[in-house]
């Protein structure tokens, strides 16, 4: 779920801040993410009611019935001689009004597009994060099915070949790989349908693939490095938003040695407890997936980080699952990587490491902490 | 002024001017020679137009010969440029003319002060000096008072103060009575007479009046541009 | 300090009121009209840089296009290359609510975060809302509140706009708050998403401009973006682009700067007739103060003193006045402007110190000058104590031969100066050369005719004639520059009476020829800016089928790039009948119209061929659609619609070249027997509400443009006024100052016998004398300022030629003129010279 308010947030009060102030760090008194969870109304727009089968690659591109989506790519990266890095390029769509816009101008589009494109260099303790912002008109910004291409400016995603190839440049910084499915897209929730609260209707659909070969080359600071690895994708879309008691997310996306991936998120809610909400899934390598609820999923902090920029991130962690005699311990490759855009967050690579069923295991992640920015 | 004792105090040397009258020329000085000695007072007699006032401006620096030199306790004036002639009149002489030739826009007091200021007096020190030779003129109750509020006699007075304020070694006067009655005349006279003896300045007084030249050391006469008839002694 | 010398010299002043306060009053009108003038230009300048700034924003560079401006694909194409990474697209145009003009500036708003603030000048609270219309709601508008209170509007209402006479529904989303030092430069204009602004302007799929921050200095990142420009479209400087614009105005500003510093220069005059007859007046008392033991210096700097302490005084009070002038001047300016260049939506007055402080610099500068001969010759006087006036008279008399041949001089020079080069400035320094030699003349002149004039007035007024212009030559010190100041201020309205005069006639005889349609069609747009506006195509070819019709040209102007500067060009569908309408000054018509109508050739008006040294059979270069080109010129037409010149091509040449299809302006040609007036109301009912029009017949277009001219030069007849007001000020106090200090003479007039009424008929006559004097010595003087103007000054600043008429008005007006200020100003020394008992003033010595 996690970053559906993110892009919730494009209809929001910062926006505007953001569009027309020539200055880059946000204001200090920035409204909460809590205060910007507006948004457009959701009357008028397609809801998640039910479970739905996805059909590929028609539903790798837009469903811009629905207000938000994104497309979420991270991953853990690193050269032949063993440097790390990480990565997340994510491109969000968010309608302001439901339907089309009326008017005869090819400027004319309710579709707004963000992307945020991020880069761990553990090595050298630094993190760089960028972002830009569209409208999804006049060719700027947008997404087409088949075959499948996302973009906004010079940054995107493109099928050639069967391959897809993601892309993002800013000056001094490139990310540029090839990436190869390693398992097929994944439905979360119930047979794809994940429900965000009790309301009937605030859900989403959500897919992932949790696992892509990722192979090419990052620059940073003018250096380019070859680097490979394994990435993430994540697929949400829909018209919902947090409760009004929930405050934020943490999220985990870890790839394990013994080849089991892990999608858990804990919604909080405004009182410091767990949301019955909260949810993920258990994906081994021979497909089997196992869904996990909010009580499945044990989750301790062991250490904080404080941002110099306020507030502080849980960003060590023991997560266990007891019904399936899993105890992790997930700790971040370097602490601040903290996105400062338009909305402030964490979001970065981790190492896991513990033992599932008496046997060790290793594995690498993201993590998304979402809500402690203030 | 250097006040070097002997000799002439004023001296005329080979002193010729011309006057350009359409196209003929018209000498009014030629070579005119003549001294005047220190404290003297001295009458200078003659017919309009014979080059008396010619004389006397060019005692008092204000105009030049065609050549010739005179020498003023000892000093050539001829020989200054114009700067510094400026400054030696301001300095050394005293100017007392027909018609009062007041400045019509300062007071009495201040027509006073004017030669006193421009030769670097301060104005305390100033005041005190006007106020001594308005009471010697007579005019203490009119210090105030602008020119044309004053009778002519009182003008000429005035004139007189203002001629011998800053202590002139020498005086120049060109018809003072001539444009007054006779008494406001012989007033004028006594008191330039009184306050040139008092102040041991030298008198040069151009006339046409026998009477007022009579008062004088000694009367020199002007005729065809040279001076002539001497006569020595008070003639009364 | 020589405190008693000032403190007379002050009481001076303060007994002659009437002198020092009328040479005060000269020097602040004077003073008044330059800062005025400068303000004005100032203000004009400022607020084009204003409005220019408010929508370039903080753009280093800008792509611009053709006529029809940018193909919208290019900005994505920029984009996802990558190549500009901080670009913003613009689509903007002029529209009309009401009486107002506005611009309509559409943005993106995702791009314009490094660009422009407007958003940021929500109110608290308000943006996220303003954003969110701005995006979703058709026709949405963002507007200061000033212009919405100005304008009547309340957030929400909607607000009916006519763009290029079409009615369009646009709706107020918002106001915005802009800090005070923004918001002269917003109030005209409208924002709008650039997709409102596409639709509203029609203009679907264009861009008006890509703004773009590149880094200074980065030849690479500029070259990135040529890379991928289509022919046609190229990357500017900014600031290059406005400096462009702002060039067109620059010989209207000289010609306004010349016209003030003239009425300065008789400012000045006004002083140095002042001062140097308050030098006259004291003679005797500056000797008296030589042989005080006063130096020269001391003198020297009594009267430089005095004229300054007048000077600085009049100038504070000009500067004053100036600042209130100015507030009128700056409308008429801008109107000006707005009528001839471009649309200048801001207004309003901007007073630097830099302008104020130049305005009294000049003030200042201006009357030391005049007062230094003055004061010099003070400083001269011999330390005598009596003087008599005939010696300084005498003295005047003598250096009259020597005046005249210095003014003889400064003429030449002043034409020598001419012979080389086209410089504007030099031309006006040719100017002010002529016009003080000839006023050097004016002694040597005021003396011959007053020896020509005493036998004369003598035989027709007896004695009172002959002492009447014997007392102007008697004293003719001050005589000599009152009637000279009086002349040049005459000459003046004399050679800007002709020059203007000459100017109508020949545009008007121009328009006539020109205009050789019946009928002629537009849509209503703000003024200068026919390029963005364009008929209904529809509405055109129903027009088309109109019975009565025999005849149609069609008309388009556009801007097209050449080189670093803008070209206008007229792209035109000629009639059978419009051929003959167009003048030719180079080239024969056998020759010009075939290559015109079949070759890539055009016809250049003939201040653009001024401008660009061009002649029949050169060629010029234009930025097309299609990369840039040469084209012939095929002839020089005579044209007196744009100064900054105009490039006529035929409308398929254009249309090959660019991709537009517009048209601006129908001619119609009606069929024999058809009546223009029923036809024009015909067309008015076909319009209807598609498309507001302007449908004129001949005459009224003819007339509308002679309104336009009259309205040009009102600013020019504004400033002969107050020229004239300043001479008749001069001429006021000079011959008060001349009166008033005969008192004595007259006095002895009056006891030998003289009644008062002719002690009025002595002055009268004399002062009359004097008008007349000056008035016939204005107008061979301003004969040859015309001349100047017409064949130097408005042919170097516009390149327009024209024939010199001879209004008989402008010559007897002056004359008239000059009598009637001079006459008037001898009522008061005459009544008062008349009404003082004589023993009075005879008492006085």
């Given at each position: 779920m996690r970053p559906l308010a993110?892009?919730?947030?494009?209809?929001?009060?910062?926006?505007?801040?953001?569009?027309?102030?020539?200055?880059?760090?946000?204001?200090?008194?920035?409204?909460?993410?809590?205060?910007?969870?507006?948004?457009?109304?959701?009357?008028?727009?397609?809801?998640?009611?039910?479970?739905?089968?996805?059909?590929?690659?028609?539903?790798?591109?837009?469903?811009?019935?629905?207000?938000?989506?994104?497309?979420?790519?991270?991953?853990?990266?690193?050269?032949?001689?063993?440097?790390?890095?990480?990565?997340?390029?994510?491109?969000?769509?968010?309608?302001?009004?439901?339907?089309?816009?009326?008017?005869?101008?090819?400027?004319?589009?309710?579709?707004?597009?963000?992307?945020?494109?991020?880069?761990?260099?553990?090595?050298?303790?630094?993190?760089?994060?960028?972002?830009?912002l569209s409208r999804g008109a006049a060719g700027l910004a947008g997404a087409r099915p088949d075959p499948l291409e996302i973009w906004l400016d010079d940054w995107f995603l493109k099928e050639k070949d069967g391959r897809w190839r993601l892309y993002a440049k800013e000056k001094g910084f490139s990310l540029s790989l090839s990436l190869s499915p390693r398992r097929r897209p994944v439905p979360q929730g119930e047979a794809g349908l994940s429900r965000k609260s009790a309301a009937p209707g605030n859900a989403s659909y959500y897919y992932?693939?949790?696992?892509?070969?990722?192979?090419?080359?990052?620059?940073?600071?003018?250096?380019?490095?070859?680097?490979?690895?394994?990435?993430?994708?994540?697929?949400?879309?829909?018209?919902?938003?947090?409760?009004?008691?929930?405050?934020?997310?943490?999220?985990?996306?870890?790839?394990?040695?013994?080849?089991?991936?892990?999608?858990?998120?804990?919604?909080?809610?405004?009182?410091?407890?767990?949301?019955?909400?909260?949810?993920?899934?258990?994906?081994?390598?021979?497909?089997?997936?196992?869904?996990?609820?909010?009580?499945?999923?044990?989750?301790?902090?062991?250490?904080?980080?404080?941002?110099?920029?306020?507030?502080?991130?849980?960003?060590?962690?023991r997560l266990r699952i007891p019904s399936l005699d899993v105890d992790l311990k997930v700790a971040p490759v370097m602490d601040n990587q903290e996105l400062d855009l338009l909305v402030r967050y964490w979001e970065g690579a981790v190492d896991v490491a513990g033992v599932q069923a008496g046997k060790p295991v290793r594995g690498r992640g993201y993590l998304e902490l979402a809500g402690y920015g203030d | 002024m250097n006040g070097a004792g002997a000799g002439p105090f004023v001296r005329f040397e080979n002193l010729t001017r011309t006057y350009r009258q359409g196209a003929c020329r018209r000498p009014v000085l030629d070579k005119l020679h003549g001294e005047i000695r220190r404290g003297e007072s001295v009458a200078l007699l003659g017919r309009s137009g014979c080059g008396k006032s010619t004389l006397l401006n060019l005692a008092g620096g204000i105009d030049e010969p065609d050549s010739g030199s005179i020498f003023i306790d000892g000093v050539c004036i001829t020989g200054m440029d114009e700067h510094a002639r400026t400054l030696f009149r301001r300095r050394n002489i005293g100017f007392i003319y027909q018609f009062f030739n007041l400045v019509p826009t300062l007071t009495v007091e201040e027509n006073l002060l004017l030669p006193l200021e421009l030769n670097g007096w301060s104005p305390a020190k100033g005041r005190r000096r006007c106020r001594e030779l308005l009471a010697a003129v007579d005019l203490s109750d009119r210090a105030g008072a602008f020119p044309d509020q004053l009778s002519g006699g009182e003008q000429q007075r005035v004139a007189v103060a203002r001629a011998l304020v800053h202590g002139p070694a020498l005086v120049l006067a060109d018809e003072p009575t001539g444009n007054l009655d006779a008494d406001n005349g012989r007033q004028v006279l006594e008191l330039l007479d009184r306050l040139v003896r008092d102040g041991q300045c030298t008198l040069l007084l151009v006339t046409h009046s026998r009477a007022v030249a009579s008062r004088a050391d000694r009367i020199l006469t002007l005729t065809r541009g040279r001076l002539s008839g001497v006569e020595e002694g008070a003639l009364w | 300090?020589?405190?008693?010398?000032?403190?007379?010299?002050?009481?001076?002043?303060?007994?002659?009121?009437?002198?020092?306060?009328?040479?005060?009053?000269?020097?602040?009108?004077?003073?008044?009209?330059?800062?005025?003038?400068?303000?004005?230009?100032?203000?004009?300048?400022?607020?084009?840089?204003?409005?220019?700034?408010?929508?370039?924003?903080?753009?280093?560079?800008?792509?611009?296009?053709?006529?029809?401006?940018?193909?919208?694909?290019?900005?994505?194409?920029?984009?996802?290359?990558?190549?500009?990474?901080?670009?913003?697209?613009?689509?903007?145009?002029?529209?009309?609510?009401?009486?107002?003009?506005?611009?309509?500036?559409?943005?993106?708003?995702?791009?314009?975060?490094?660009?422009?603030?407007?958003?940021?000048?929500?109110?608290?609270?308000?943006?996220?809302?303003?954003?969110?219309?701005?995006?979703?709601?058709?026709?949405?508008?963002?507007?200061?509140?000033?212009?919405?209170?100005?304008?009547?509007?309340?957030?929400?209402?909607?607000?009916?706009?006519?763009?290029?006479?079409?009615?369009?529904?646009?709706?107020?989303?918002?106001?915005?708050?802009?800090?005070?030092?923004?918001?002269?430069?917003?109030?005209?204009?409208?924002?709008?998403?650039?997709?409102?602004?596409?639709?509203?302007?029609?203009?679907?799929?264009?861009?008006?401009?890509?703004?773009?921050?590149?880094?200074?200095?980065?030849?690479?990142?500029?070259?990135?973006?040529?890379?991928?420009?289509?022919?046609?479209?190229?990357?500017?400087?900014?600031?290059?682009?406005?400096?462009?614009?702002?060039?067109?105005?620059?010989?209207?500003?000289?010609?306004?700067?010349?016209?003030?510093?003239?009425?300065?220069?008789?400012?000045?005059?006004?002083?140095?007739?002042?001062?140097?007859?308050?030098?006259?007046?004291?003679?005797?008392?500056?000797?008296?103060l030589r042989v005080l033991g006063a130096g020269r210096r001391d003198i020297l700097a009594l009267v430089l003193g005095e004229g300054l302490l007048i000077g600085a005084a009049g100038t504070a009070l000009g500067l004053l006045l100036g600042v209130l002038l100015a507030q009128e001047l700056v409308q008429l300016v801008t109107r000006t402007i707005n009528d001839l260049y471009f649309t200048l939506g801001v207004s309003g007055l901007f007073p630097t110190p830099a302008g104020l402080a130049r305005g009294a610099l000049l003030g200042v500068g201006g009357t030391l000058l005049a007062v230094l001969a003055p004061a010099s010759e003070a400083a001269c006087s011999p330390p005598r104590a009596v003087l008599d006036r005939s010696r300084?008279?005498?003295?005047?008399?003598?250096?009259?031969?020597?005046?005249?041949?210095?003014?003889?001089?400064?003429?030449?020079?002043?034409?020598?100066?001419?012979?080389?080069?086209?410089?504007?400035?030099?031309?006006?320094?040719?100017?002010?050369?002529?016009?003080?030699?000839?006023?050097?003349?004016?002694?040597?002149?005021?003396?011959?005719?007053?020896?020509?004039?005493?036998?004369?007035?003598?035989?027709?007024?007896?004695?009172?004639?002959?002492?009447?212009?014997?007392?102007?030559?008697?004293?003719?010190?001050?005589?000599?520059?009152?009637?000279?100041?009086?002349?040049?201020?005459l000459s003046a309205t004399v050679g800007v009476g002709v020059m203007v005069g000459s100017f109508r006639l020949s545009v008007q005889q121009w328009l006539e020829a020109t205009l050789r349609a019946d009928i002629y069609v537009s849509p209503v747009t703000?003024?200068?800016?026919?390029?963005?506006?364009?008929?209904?195509?529809?509405?055109?070819?129903?027009i088309r089928s109109v019975p009565g019709?025999?005849?149609?040209?069609?008309?388009?102007?556009?801007?097209?790039?050449?080189?670093?500067?803008?070209?206008?060009?007229?792209?035109?569908?000629?009639?059978?009948?419009?051929?003959?309408?167009?003048?030719?000054?180079?080239?024969?018509?056998?020759?010009?119209?075939?290559?015109?109508?079949?070759?890539?050739?055009?016809?250049?008006?003939?201040?653009?061929?001024?401008?660009?040294?061009?002649?029949?059979?050169?060629?010029?270069?234009?930025?097309?659609?299609?990369?840039?080109?040469?084209?012939?010129?095929?002839?020089?037409?005579?044209?007196?619609?744009?100064?900054?010149?105009?490039?006529?091509?035929?409308?398929?040449?254009?249309?090959?070249?660019?991709?537009?299809?517009?048209?601006?302006?129908?001619?119609?040609?009606?069929?024999?027997?058809?009546?223009?007036?029923?036809?024009?109301?015909?067309?008015?009912?076909?319009?209807?509400?598609?498309?507001?029009?302007?449908?004129?017949?001949?005459?009224?277009?003819?007339?509308?443009?002679?309104?336009?001219f009259d309205r040009t030069f009102a600013i020019t007849n504004v400033l002969r006024l107050l020229v004239i007001a300043v001479a008749f000020v001069g001429i006021l106090s000079a011959l008060m100052a001349l009166q008033l200090e005969k008192a004595r003479e007259l006095a002895v007039l009056r006891a030998t016998g003289f009644t008062p009424g002719q002690i009025w008929g002595l002055v009268t006559t004399q002062t009359g004398f004097m008008g007349l004097l000056a008035g016939l010595l204005a107008i061979p003087l301003g004969l040859m300022l015309a001349m100047l103007l017409i064949h130097v000054i408005n042919w170097r600043a516009f390149g327009w030629s024209m024939d010199v008429i001879l209004p008989g008005g402008v010559l007897a007006e002056a004359l008239l003129l000059a009598l009637a200020a001079a006459l008037l100003a001898g009522l008061y020394p005459a009544w008062r010279m008349a009404r003082t008992p004589p023993a009075l003033a005879l008492r006085q010595e």
């Open positions: 993110l892009a919730v947030l494009l209809a929001a009060g910062l926006l505007a801040w953001w569009l027309f102030s020539p200055r880059t760090p946000p204001p200090s008194d920035a409204p909460g993410i809590g205060d910007i969870l507006g948004g457009a109304p959701e009357e008028g727009f397609e809801r998640a009611l039910a479970p739905r089968p996805f059909r590929f690659p028609a539903d790798h591109g837009a469903h811009p019935g629905f207000r938000n989506e994104w497309w979420y790519f991270t991953g853990n990266l690193q050269t032949d001689r063993g440097r790390r890095f990480g990565f997340q390029l994510v491109f969000f769509r968010n309608a302001l009004a439901p339907g089309k816009a009326d008017g005869q101008s090819p400027w004319r589009t309710h579709q707004t597009w963000m992307a945020h494109f991020a880069l761990t260099d553990p090595g050298a303790g630094r993190f760089h994060a960028f972002e830009r992932s693939v949790p696992r892509l070969r990722a192979q090419g080359r990052i620059t940073l600071d003018g250096r380019a490095h070859r680097v490979s690895g394994l990435a993430w994708l994540d697929r949400e879309w829909g018209t919902s938003a947090l409760a009004d008691d929930q405050a934020g997310w943490d999220w985990f996306a870890l790839q394990l040695d013994n080849g089991a991936d892990l999608m858990f998120y804990r919604l909080r809610r405004k009182d410091g407890g767990p949301d019955p909400h909260s949810a993920g899934s258990w994906m081994t390598a021979d497909g089997r997936v196992t869904r996990l609820g909010a009580n499945d999923v044990r989750l301790k902090v062991l250490e904080y980080w404080s941002s110099p920029r306020g507030g502080r991130y849980p960003v060590r962690w | - | 300090m020589k405190t008693l010398l000032w403190r007379a010299s002050l009481r001076y002043l303060g007994r002659h009121p009437w002198q020092t306060g009328l040479s005060m009053l000269g020097i602040a009108l004077g003073v008044a009209v330059v800062v005025a003038v400068e303000l004005a230009n100032e203000s004009a300048r400022r607020a084009f840089d204003l409005s220019m700034q408010a929508v370039t924003g903080r753009a280093s560079h800008q792509i611009i296009g053709g006529p029809a401006g940018l193909e919208e694909s290019l900005y994505a194409r920029l984009r996802r290359q990558g190549a500009a990474p901080l670009s913003a697209p613009v689509v903007s145009g002029h529209v009309t609510h009401g009486d107002y003009s506005l611009r309509l500036l559409g943005i993106d708003p995702f791009a314009e975060r490094r660009f422009r603030n407007f958003l940021g000048y929500a109110p608290d609270g308000q943006g996220e809302g303003l954003l969110r219309q701005l995006l979703t709601r058709p026709g949405a508008v963002l507007m200061s509140r000033t212009l919405a209170s100005r304008l009547g509007l309340r957030v929400g209402g909607s607000l009916e706009l006519l763009v290029s006479g079409r009615k369009r529904q646009a709706v107020l989303a918002g106001v915005l708050h802009p800090p005070p030092q923004k918001a002269a430069a917003m109030t005209d204009l409208l924002v709008a998403d650039i997709a409102t602004a596409q639709e509203l302007l029609g203009r679907l799929g264009r861009l008006s401009r890509i703004d773009l921050i590149l880094p200074e200095g980065d030849r690479a990142a500029a070259g990135a973006v040529e890379a991928l420009l289509p022919a046609g479209a190229r990357l500017t400087p900014a600031a290059a682009r406005a400096r462009a614009m702002q060039e067109m105005t620059r010989a209207f500003a000289v010609n306004l700067s010349a016209m003030s510093l003239l009425a300065l220069l008789v400012g000045m005059f006004l002083i140095y007739n002042t001062m140097s007859f308050s030098v006259l007046q004291r003679r005797e008392l500056l000797g008296t300084i008279e005498g003295r005047a008399g003598r250096l009259i031969p020597s005046l005249a041949g210095a003014g003889a001089g400064c003429i030449l020079v002043a034409l020598l100066l001419l012979l080389p080069g086209r410089s504007l400035v030099l031309g006006f320094v040719a100017l002010f050369g002529l016009i003080l030699g000839f006023s050097l003349l004016t002694p040597a002149a005021v003396a011959l005719a007053s020896r020509l004039a005493a036998p004369l007035l003598g035989s027709l007024l007896g004695v009172f004639g002959r002492m009447a212009v014997r007392g102007v030559r008697a004293s003719l010190s001050r005589t000599g520059v009152a009637i000279a100041a009086l002349s040049i201020a703000p003024s200068n800016t026919g390029n963005e506006a364009s008929l209904d195509p529809a509405l055109i070819a129903a019709i025999a005849g149609i040209s069609q008309g388009r102007p556009a801007n097209v790039q050449s080189g670093e500067g803008i070209t206008h060009l007229y792209a035109i569908r000629m009639a059978r009948g419009s051929y003959a309408g167009v003048e030719l000054l180079e080239g024969r018509p056998g020759t010009v119209w075939p290559l015109f109508d079949r070759e890539q050739a055009v016809l250049v008006s003939e201040p653009y061929a001024y401008r660009h040294g061009l002649h029949a059979g050169d060629s010029l270069t234009l930025d097309t659609d299609r990369g840039r080109r040469e084209f012939r010129v095929a002839g020089v037409f005579r044209d007196y619609g744009a100064d900054h010149g105009v490039v006529n091509m035929r409308m398929s040449l254009y249309r090959q070249y660019w991709d537009d299809d517009s048209v601006y302006s129908l001619g119609l040609y009606l069929e024999p027997g058809v009546d223009a007036d029923t036809m024009v109301e015909q067309l008015y009912a076909l319009a209807g509400d598609r498309q507001a029009l302007r449908i004129r017949s001949n005459r009224t277009l003819r007339e509308s443009s002679m309104e336009t």
